[in-house]
């Protein structure tokens, strides 16, 4: 254990009103209460963190009992959300073995090894060992300024190393997700993996085929749209994991050298518009990088004599059902995706009399920029970009100006937000 307080490390500015507020009230309350896990190798590096957790000895409803504008969360683990000011404040109690039973608490796991729910309360020193990566199990009081550190994490944030607490495998059957996480961090902070922690992935990948595909598909959000998708889909691949988690209309696509550079031309675009802090959208990288196996299932129909706008359009619906066996894709992003796919042949035709219908597509300005990557990389020409460069520039207030054909059917529906956790 490494426990550091001789001097702070870190500032009161650099924590979020919220978070100082949130372990203050609980350690006057009597509680054990620290920031933990991303926020602190955050700060470790230099970076400021976009949100702070606290994780504390209190339990859910000691903790919903402090605070006013709390609310229980989660079966498979208990956590709070404390709303202070404009920010969500995540906290979770210590937590200790599954396997160690202890009375009036519930964990299970299934025959696998997966655990299905785990809400076994513990100490600081076992909340330490139950998390996943050594750069992620830091504690902060931010009343002592005291860094606690019971595992190495700080000398593997300084080694640029991911590692996983435990035995890897033990923790990838534990939670197959741990793998994306691994993965995710490795390309993330540009850190190499542990021996150990990476040899096992080969050993349990195959158990992603598991996971519910809602749960992999919030997965895939945090992999793909946070500004290191190019670097992630790369680690990915080396590790055979992309199958499992996107299915194979991704990886065949990789036998073609042009699929290939579409691909990660649509990675590197997605992540320079992330870091020039503009909008980004996942159907748009989602019909990037299934285009291959959506154009090559079209070419197919077409041969076997359906019209070409036909075959796109069925092909687009097969591939959208594939790709959802996989990834429980919203139908706001799964729509979208077929909707540029459709564009595609009708972008080509350039009928004057469908100029405007075109440009009012919500989905036009998508479906363009996925022409430009495909006549970057398909020797196609650029005459069909320079034209609907052209009807752009003369018709700036159409460019998609139309509702989409989903929009239609959510109309006078609303949808809460959902918190996107990146740490």
């Not at 077929?338 to 597509?361: F, G, M, S, Y």
Request: aromatic content about 8%; some cysteine; glycine content about 6%.
């Amino acid at each position: 254990m490494s426990t550091e307080s001789s001097s702070p490390l870190f500032r009161a500015s650099d924590f979020s009103r919220g978070a100082l507020q949130v372990v203050e009230r609980l350690q006057h309350e009597g509680f054990d209460a620290f920031v933990v896990g991303g926020a602190v190798r955050d700060l470790l590096l230099g970076k400021q963190p976009k949100d702070f957790d606290v994780a504390t000895s209190a339990n859910p409803e000691q903790i919903k009992d402090c605070f006013r504008n709390a609310r229980i969360v989660g079966r498979r683990f208990q956590i709070v959300h404390v709303r202070s000011g404009g920010e969500i404040i995540e906290v979770t109690t210590f937590r200790r073995g599954h396997d160690v039973s202890h009375s009036g608490q519930d964990a299970k796991s299934s025959q696998s090894g997966r655990l299905l729910r785990d809400n076994v309360y513990g100490t600081l020193d076992e909340d330490a060992r139950r998390r996943d990566l050594t750069i992620n199990a830091l504690y902060y009081d931010t009343e002592t300024h005291t860094l606690i550190d019971q595992l190495g994490g700080r000398t593997d944030i300084e080694a640029g190393i991911v590692r996983i607490i435990g035995d890897p495998a033990d923790r990838y059957r534990e939670d197959p997700v741990r793998m994306l996480r691994v993965i995710r961090f490795g390309a993330r902070l540009q850190f190499k993996l542990e021996s150990k922690t990476e040899t096992a992935i080969s050993e349990t990948r195959s158990l992603l085929r598991d996971i519910p595909s809602a749960r992999l598909f919030d997965e895939w959000l945090k992999l793909f749209m946070n500004g290191f998708s190019a670097p992630t889909f790369a680690l990915l691949r080396a590790h055979e994991v992309l199958i499992p988690l996107m299915g194979n209309g991704v990886c065949d696509a990789l036998i073609r050298t042009s699929a290939e550079h579409l691909q990660s031309l649509a990675l590197r675009n997605t992540d320079q518009r992330v870091a020039d802090g503009r909008p980004v959208t996942p159907a748009f990288l989602l019909a990037a990088l299934y285009w291959p196996a959506t154009e090559h299932r079209a070419s197919a129909l077409a041969e076997e004599g359906e019209p070409t706008i036909q075959a796109m359009h069925s092909s687009g619906q097969q591939i959208a059902h594939d790709v959802c066996q996989h990834l429980a894709i919203p139908k706001r992003f799964s729509l979208a995706m077929r909707d540029i796919w459709d564009l595609q042949p009708r972008l080509e035709r350039r009928q004057p009399k469908k100029v405007k219908d075109l440009l009012a597509h919500r989905w036009f300005r998508a479906a363009f920029d996925l022409r430009l990557l495909r006549e970057e990389t398909e020797a196609l020409g650029s005459d069909c970009s320079a034209f609907w460069t052209l009807q752009q520039q003369q018709f700036p207030e159409l460019v998609g100006s139309a509702r989409s054909r989903h929009d239609d059917h959510r109309k006078g529906r609303s949808r809460p937000q959902r918190r996107n956790q990146s740490k």
